[in-house]
Nanobody
Framework: VQLVESGGGSVQAGGSLRLVCAPS????????MAWIRQAPGKEREGVAA????????YYADSVKGRFTISQDNAKNTVYLRMNSLKPEDTAMYYC??????????????????WGQGTQVTVS
């Protein structure tokens, strides 16, 4: 399974971006899809996640109220709308899929599939 991300770029502080993650295959069972970011010199950090069945969402405290994760279940596509971006949001953003979601959405080791990453730079 390949995860293809798009939508990254460079933006000024206070601006917005929307990231898109589309898998190469459909999942016919419940999965957790997440956006996980990594800034230079820092560990990977869970940003937001959504469970495909039921639509439960999870957010890091640092992005609550600014970022919104959503999905198109028919396509297993997940979106991350990022508003009020800050310089500290600068990172490589990865889409990831956890086939057997056990609740630890912000644990990068739980994820089975990863995209190649899309860079977000906020100045």
């Amino acid at each position: 399974v390949q995860l293809v991300e798009s939508g990254g770029g460079s933006v000024q502080a206070g601006g917005s971006l929307r990231l898109v993650c589309a898998p190469s295959e459909l999942f016919y069972y419940s999965i957790c899809m997440a956006w996980i970011r990594q800034a230079p010199g820092k560990e990977r950090e869970g940003v937001a996640a959504i469970v495909s069945v039921g639509g439960n969402t999870y957010y890091a405290d640092s992005v609550k109220g600014r970022f919104t994760i959503s999905q198109d279940n028919a396509k297993n596509t997940v979106y991350l709308r990022m508003n009020s971006l800050k310089p500290e949001d600068t990172a490589m953003y990865y889409c990831a899929v956890d086939k057997g979601f056990g609740g630890r959405w912000n644990d990068a080791s739980e994820y089975d599939y990863w995209g190649q990453g899309t860079q977000v730079t906020v100045s």
